[in-house]
C-alpha cells in the first residue's frame, strides 16, 4: 500500500480542535505536557504561529490530518545553549495525533520526509532533534532516519537527548535502503 505523505502549514481557525485534542491523548501527554484547558490552548497556540523562529505543519497521510510538526531555526532557539549551532541548522518536533495511526511504521517514512523537507534549505547542513530521553521509541526512530545520538542533555522542560542528522549522512542512509 502506497501512502502519500503530505505538510501544510498549521492555520489556527482550521487547526486549534485537532490540535488541541491531540495534544490530550494519552500518548502524547507524557512528552508534550499540554493537556490544558482549551482558552490556554489557544494562547499557546496563538504565541507559537507567532514565533518567527520556527514553522508549524499538519501532517497528512493520503489527505487526512494525522501528525503535527514544529520546523525551527536552531539559532534562535534555547537548544541553541547546548551545542555549537550553526546558522543553517534547523530542529524537529513532532507528534501522531490519532492513536489509530500508531504502531503501524509510519513515524520513519513521516520523519523522512520533513527531514527531506528541511535540507531542501541549501544552508541546513544539519537537523537537530531533542526528544525525551524516556521516549526510546521516537529515538529509535530517529536513529533510523539517519540521527545520531550526541549527548543526554537537561532542557528547562525535560531530560532529553540531543541528536544530529547530517545532510551527508541522511543522502547516505536513504542511499542504502
Known sequence: MQNTISFRE????DDVD?????????HVVPFWRLNISRDDYERHLT??????HQTLYMGALDGIPMSYWEAYWAKDDIIADYYDVEDGDQGIH???GPPSYLGKGLALPLLKAMVSFQFQHQNTKKVVAEPDIR???????????????????????????LMFCERDRFVLKGEKE
Open 135 to 161: 521516549n526510546e521509541k521516537m529515538i529509535h526512530v530517529f536513529e533510523r532516519c539517519g540521527f545520531e545520538r550526541i549527548k543526554p542533555i537537561q532542557l528547562p522542560d525535560k531530560e532529553a537527548m
Open 18 to 26: 485537532l490540535l488541541h485534542k491531540w495534544h490530550r491523548q494519552q
Open 47 to 52: 504565541a507559537f504561529l507567532q514565533d518567527e
Open 10 to 13: 498549521v492555520v489556527f481557525e
Open 94 to 96: 513532532l507528534l501522531i
